[in-house]
């Protein structure tokens, strides 16, 4: 067999993956506050792309087609059974996405208003104008702002170590306290406490143990009380000293601490003296204190979650799908000065324009794509949990990622992408839409799958529900689940247990013995 070198050809698929197409993927894998900065972005860069600002009036969906743009919206009809009936045909579902297709006609679009504009001046030459409403900024003369400097100052909060420097000020007015004082500031931690021994920072700064200790125990005296204490039981004290209830026996709860974590109520009442009743208002004491008294001070605000998709009941009793108008990023193409730009245009010019104007036409489609398919995989979810929304979280039902793209008839990473970082308000309140697919539980005898969600709310209420002499072990609550249909093991309630934080029988029995 002769060996040497040989030419042939062979044809194969493959697939590319174009830049428009990462843009689409892109955009349908992003919330509404994304999709819209990403619009910011093209608006600067594009300049054949222009905002859509007109507003949208919700009983002229008509109009709005005609002039070029819809609001996007799905109707369900309420549903009868187990709520998979077969869905009718959605036309909304072809309405074009708000503010991605453009209008009718070419006529211009930067027709703006020039009232507010000098007139042809005075017999002195010099311009006059109007004085009449210029917008929502007042008068083009000034004379209605009534603001003084005070409303254009931005008040900003102190930050924990602001406010007790300023403690620190109007309390220390020997040199050497203040500069103890500020080092304590330098070294405490985000819970407000400061774990260096009096020891060590006599020994940095050349002064005495003695000098150190009286500094930090007037700081650990400041707003809020308990801060710069070495540990958790100092910080404590404190606050219960502040208080007047630091007895011997709190004293005594304060130095066996661990056996409190271990909830050994028996060996903290034989520590301490006291009777169960005392022993209950001990911890319930302990239980207002803030172990943590500087983790509340610079906590940083929850961020606001804007859903991307609303629903809502219509007054037949259906549900009513739609976009968020508030966040819809909507655009146009100005196709006007596209054509006056060509006119006498080089050769340079028409290229860059013909890119430009493919880029912005390619992004009004991907928004409108976008749009139409975020409508589907959202009705199509609602309607399967039709039960959850009308009922509560113990009718949720099992649902995959392939239950709904065989539905919708699209490919199930389509519908992931889709659902990542989406939320949806609803009358229960605001869900991400991958909140909606859990696993399925087998029911008992081959009976009806059950989400995995509304077991675990299931485990939650029997837990809440259980009183001292009734406490369920993770046995029992296997037999009331498998008496209600469900089939499931003892390991998987015990890691829904303790995904819900719930501790387990034994530390259960012991809570509840104490006397609340």
Not at 313 to 325: F, G, H, K, V
Not at 405 to 417: F, G, K, L
Request: hydrophobic share 40%; glycine share 6%.
């Amino acid at each position: 067999m002769a060996m040497g070198p040989r030419l042939d050809l062979r044809q194969s698929q493959s697939l590319v993956m174009t830049p428009q197409l990462r843009q689409a993927i892109k955009l349908l894998q992003s919330s509404n506050m994304e999709v819209i900065a990403f619009v910011e972005e093209e608006l600067e860069r594009n300049p054949l792309l222009e905002r859509d600002d007109r507003a949208l009036d919700p009983g002229a969906d008509a109009h709005a087609e005609e002039a070029g743009f819809a609001e996007p919206r799905a109707l369900l009809p309420a549903t009868t059974g187990d709520g998979l009936d077969p869905p009718p045909v959605l036309d909304a579902f072809d309405a074009a996405a708000a503010g991605t297709l453009q209008p009718a006609g070419e006529e211009a679009l930067d027709v703006r208003d020039w009232s507010n504009v000098a007139d042809g001046g005075t017999e002195s030459g010099e311009p006059q104008f109007s004085g009449q409403s210029s917008g929502s900024g007042g008068r083009s003369d000034f004379g209605d702002d009534d603001r003084g400097i005070d409303d254009l100052a931005i008040a900003r909060p102190a930050n924990l170590r602001e406010h007790l420097a300023e403690q620190a000020r109007l309390t220390f007015f020997d040199r050497q306290d203040r500069m103890i004082a500020a080092q304590f500031l330098a070294l405490i931690d985000p819970a407000g406490r400061c774990a260096v021994p009096d020891s060590r920072i006599a020994g940095a700064m050349g002064t005495t143990v003695e000098r150190v200790a009286a500094v930090r125990a007037r700081m650990q005296r400041f707003d809020p009380t308990g801060m710069f204490s070495e540990c958790l039981r100092d910080c404590l004290a404190v606050q219960l000293a502040e208080k007047n209830r630091l007895d011997p026996a709190m004293e005594a709860l304060l130095d066996n601490l661990e056996m409190l974590a271990r909830r050994d109520t028996r060996g903290l009442m034989r520590v301490c003296g006291v009777d169960a009743e005392d022993m209950a208002e001990m911890v319930a004491e302990l239980r207002r204190l803030n172990p943590k008294p500087g983790a509340d001070f610079d906590i940083a605000p929850a961020p606001i979650v804007v859903p991307d998709v609303l629903l809502r009941r219509a007054p037949d009793q259906s549900w009513i799908i739609e976009l968020n108008p508030e966040t819809l990023p909507r655009v146009l193409v100005n196709r006007g000065f596209l054509a006056r730009a060509q006119v006498g245009a080089n050769r340079e010019a028409k290229t860059y324009l013909a890119e430009h104007a493919q880029s912005a036409n390619w992004l009004v489609k991907s928004l409108e794509q976008r749009a139409n398919t975020i409508l589907k995989v959202s009705a199509e979810i609602v309607r399967r949990q039709d039960g959850f929304f009308r009922h509560g979280v113990g009718f949720l039902r099992a649902m995959i990622l392939r239950d709904v793209a065989e539905t919708v008839a699209m490919h199930e990473s389509t519908v992931s992408r889709v659902t990542a970082n989406k939320y949806i308000a609803t009358p229960r309140g605001t869900f991400e839409l991958k909140y909606f697919f859990t696993t399925a539980i087998a029911g008992t005898m081959g009976g009806e799958t059950h989400s995995a969600e509304a077991v675990r709310h299931r485990i939650k209420t029997m837990v809440e529900a259980e009183g001292p002499e009734g406490v369920l072990s993770d046995d029992a609550i296997v037999l009331r689940l498998r008496d209600e249909g469900v089939d499931i093991a003892r390991r998987t309630v015990a890691k829904y247990r303790d995904a819900l934080r719930i501790p387990s029988s034994v530390q259960r029995k012991r809570e509840k013995a104490v006397p609340a």
